[in-house]
């Protein structure tokens, strides 16, 4: 699979990464065998979170790959914290807590990434700085990163926190791109021109931040998938049309939508079909032109001024 480089890290990462929030509905010889598959197509980077099945998605995950010292120098582990029951939570002690948690649920030593899941309201930066500078130095997180963030969320972190952030995971599909549709409608008075997250997509561009899609297939907040959906009938028809002149699936299509997209963004997939997965991988391959990438864009209901 084609890689790219993560944020402004030394990690060469494939241009899709693999979300196990649902490798706890596999049985454990489908787990096995979707791991399995997935690293012989080079899809290596798996990103969990400690609050995914209650943190049983990690155990289940651990033991589908059968994790041990050789196994682990193959692949990417990233996981996220911060989501407590009711609450937000960034405190120093909640993000070591939660740490050790993730490496023991995984059976690891380290954390290739960590990113902070959800923005705390009470966030203190400097108690997030000492964390990371404990983590960093303990070795059991190599890079750190964050989710659902905007710039100066980012920002105030930064003012304190001495890592670097390498990525920021974001909802983002072809029926949720208002970080894409703020852009090109600049100036213009419709909804499409309503800044929602202080134009993060810029901000991760200029700050060597990988942006990690994800839900790239859902449309609204989890409402369902567009593709195939009578609610988009004319964007089916168009993606439809595109798959058919490159002899792929729709759903490698709108992962190649994403692709296209120069901020080399690295979608994060859900799906434990492994038909699906391989559907998936072939969009690395496949580059849309500009004309193909409007088509879309426009034939989700998104406007050019």
């Not at 994790?67 to 070591?96: P, V």
């Not at 400097?126 to 100066?152: T, W, Y």
Request: with cysteine; net charge negative; proline share 4%.
């Amino acid at each position: 699979m084609r890689t790219i480089k993560l944020g402004s890290s030394s990690l060469e990462v494939p241009v899709v990464a693999i979300g196990c929030m649902r490798i706890n509905s596999l049985e454990k010889p489908e787990a096995e065998r979707f791991v399995q598959t997935a690293l012989e197509a080079g899809a290596n980077f798996f990103d969990h979170a400690d609050i995914y099945g209650g943190g049983t998605c990690e155990e289940i995950f651990a033991d589908a790959i059968d994790m041990n010292a050789e196994i682990r120098e193959k692949i990417f582990l990233q996981s996220k914290c911060g989501i407590r029951k009711g609450m937000f939570d960034f405190s120093k002690e909640y993000i070591l807590e939660s740490v050790d948690g993730i490496l023991k649920r995984l059976n690891t030593e380290y954390l290739d990434v960590l990113l902070l899941h959800r923005p705390d309201a009470l966030v203190e930066p400097e108690e997030v700085a000492e964390a990371f500078d404990i983590l960093e130095n303990s070795g059991k997180v190599r890079h750190f990163g964050v989710s659902n963030q905007n710039p100066m969320q980012i920002q105030l972190l930064k003012k304190f926190v001495k890592q670097p952030l390498v990525a920021n995971q974001l909802q983002l599909s072809i029926t949720n791109a208002n970080m894409i549709s703020n852009g090109i409608n600049v100036n213009m008075e419709n909804d499409s021109a309503v800044n929602r997250d202080g134009s993060v997509l810029d901000y991760c561009r200029l700050n060597d931040m990988t942006v990690q899609p994800w839900s790239p297939f859902q449309y609204g907040f989890f409402e369902g998938v567009f593709l195939g959906n009578e609610k988009f009938p004319e964007l089916n028809q168009q993606i439809d049309e595109i798959a058919a002149k490159y002899e792929v699936s729709n759903t490698t299509i709108a992962i190649a939508w994403l692709l296209r997209h120069p901020a080399n963004m690295q979608p994060v997939i859900g799906t434990m079909n492994i038909d699906r997965l391989m559907d998936c991988v072939k969009a690395s391959e496949l580059h849309l032109s500009r004309e193909e990438w409007y088509q879309i864009y426009r034939a989700a209901g998104n406007i050019l001024p």
